[in-house]
């Protein structure tokens, strides 16, 4: 485990880092083709907006300069360079956007596709390379029998090459179905158009004019048409891309589908060895921590992703429920010494997008869950089945998985359960002699010393019990002294200190 909360700095300084992969500036006769110059001129002449955002990742930062350079002189517009982005990159990052005052986002590289409201955005993935021939191969090879019932999904940088796969292997297998990239038209398409008058009515038509014997499944910017007769889990996922955040959600979401997958890196096909049982297990334990735990925090992994502020509002509601204690916290991008500073917390839950959510918390001091595992921690009539959300919109009122929170029945006696973990009984519901919040209500409540003795795990009773509660400014009771000069160096050997 590594550690957290101190280290010898003698181990900083000597320690040897790997040298990462070595970003390269894309050619200047390959620049237009790779950023897709025109199409996104087109986009932004053709709605007249005149300060443009145009965010990269790590990776792709070498080029920034000389992409903005080409759209400012074809488009006149003013634009701006987003880089290291507040947490993941595959977000569109509307808050530094809305800091310069942009019209739009023109997002760039990998996405999650995740669907944003303040702004309009159009996505830009570039094409990595990819053997289509070989890649057709490798899924002859994993699919043998020619009546396989399949889908075929990508990582958004290899969907270039859908259309290619599919003419090499419709003509042999019939029930194979190509997954299309469609990101959330609500977020933009719907007021603008990024491939013109005719894309945006020929993409309704298609879907209006789909065959009646389909149905189609639209989740995490993918729409699927699947055969009317069979459910999804009937069918084989055939994935195009190496391992990565995009793998799992895909192999989470669909736990009961059989994963092959085609890396174009390695030129390679093989079937998945991702032990997808196993790893629910491991969620279902976090889901045992969290019935455990009284002190949540509410860990803001987006600031971007629409109804993030719906969703934690729903948590704070249904952590109340539940009789436990909530915060929020809003700190950027993650790590275990963050999180580490808080002892009072027992657990925290992630609203994240669906590719960031499933955090590996191995390494923290207190683990990490999704919306979801909070849920089914919370909710009781929310039960296990096997079935995993990592897209906390599905969560909400209104939406396909949500799920809604009994009411409260002082008769009830079903608030107690034991914990599998630690063997204790423990509350599952809001105690009836806690008071309501009621914004509405200006007079005073009296304190319920029951309670206050009853629910010893708060943090303000964990501060209580602290030798150091930090800095106290003691006003009135110091001299006023001038300015002096401190000690120099750094904290483990400062230059006046005597070497031992």
Not at 164 to 193: A, G, M, W
Request: aromatic content about 8%; hydrophobic content about 35%; glycine content about 6%.
């Amino acid at each position: 485990m590594a550690v957290v909360f101190s280290s010898n700095g003698a181990q900083i300084i000597e320690q040897l880092l790997a040298a990462s992969e070595t970003v390269t500036q894309t050619r200047p006769d390959e620049l237009d083709r790779e950023y897709e110059i025109e199409e996104t001129c087109n986009f932004i002449t053709r709605n007249q907006f005149k300060k443009i955002a145009l965010q990269f990742p790590d990776e792709l930062l070498a080029d920034s300069a000389a992409v903005a350079f080409r759209v400012e002189q074809a488009t006149g517009s003013k634009t701006y360079i987003l880089g290291d982005t507040s947490y993941g990159s595959c977000c569109v990052d509307e808050v530094a956007a809305e800091h310069v005052g942009a019209d739009c986002i023109i997002h760039y590289g990998r996405a999650c596709l995740s669907p944003s409201r303040r702004l309009p955005v159009m996505y830009v993935f570039g094409q990595r390379p990819l053997d289509v021939k070989q890649c057709a191969a490798s899924f002859r090879q994993l699919y043998p029998d020619t009546q396989s019932r399949v889908v075929v999904l990508c990582d958004v940088v290899y969907s270039y090459v859908l259309d290619d796969l599919r003419n090499i292997l419709h003509p042999e297998y019939k029930h194979v179905v190509f997954s299309s990239i469609c990101p959330d038209r609500t977020s933009f398409i719907s007021c603008y158009q990024s491939e013109g008058p005719s894309q945006e009515k020929n993409d309704k038509s298609q879907c209006r004019d789909s065959p009646k014997s389909q149905k189609l499944i639209c989740r995490f910017g993918r729409q699927i048409a699947t055969e009317e007769n069979y459910h999804i889990d009937d069918y084989g996922m055939f994935y195009l891309g190496p391992e990565s955040l995009t793998l799992t959600n895909f192999m989470m979401s669909w736990n009961k589908c059989t994963f092959c997958t085609f890396n174009p890196i390695t030129g390679t096909g093989r079937q998945d060895s991702l032990n997808v049982n196993k790893a629910l297990m491991k969620r279902y334990y976090l889901i045992e921590r969290a019935r455990d735990a009284q002190v949540v925090g509410i860990l803001v992994g987006t600031l971007g992703v629409a109804d993030y502020l719906s969703v934690i509002d729903h948590l704070k509601e249904l952590i109340r429920k539940a009789g436990k204690k909530s915060y929020t916290f809003v700190m950027g991008r993650l790590n275990a010494a963050k999180l580490a500073n808080f002892l009072e917390v027992d657990i925290y839950v992630l609203v994240a997008c669906p590719e960031n959510s499933l955090l590996d918390s191995s390494e923290f001091y207190r683990p990490v869950v999704t919306v979801f595992e909070m849920e089914l921690a919370c909710n009781k009539a929310r039960e296990w089945t096997g079935e995993y959300i990592t897209d906390f919109g599905d969560l909400l009122p209104g939406a396909c998985s949500h799920v809604p929170v009994p009411a409260e029945n002082s008769e009830d006696d079903g608030n107690y359960d034991v914990s599998l973990i630690t063997g204790h009984l423990r509350s599952t519901h809001l105690p009836q002699a806690q008071p309501q919040n009621d914004s509405s209500c200006t007079a005073v409540a009296p304190r319920n010393e029951m309670l206050t003795v009853a629910e010893p795990h708060c943090s303000a009773s964990h501060l209580a019990s602290r030798s150091w509660k930090g800095l106290e400014q003691k006003l009135g009771e110091t001299p006023v002294t001038k300015a002096v000069e401190g000690r120099r160096g750094i904290a483990i050997a400062y230059e006046d200190e005597v070497n031992s």
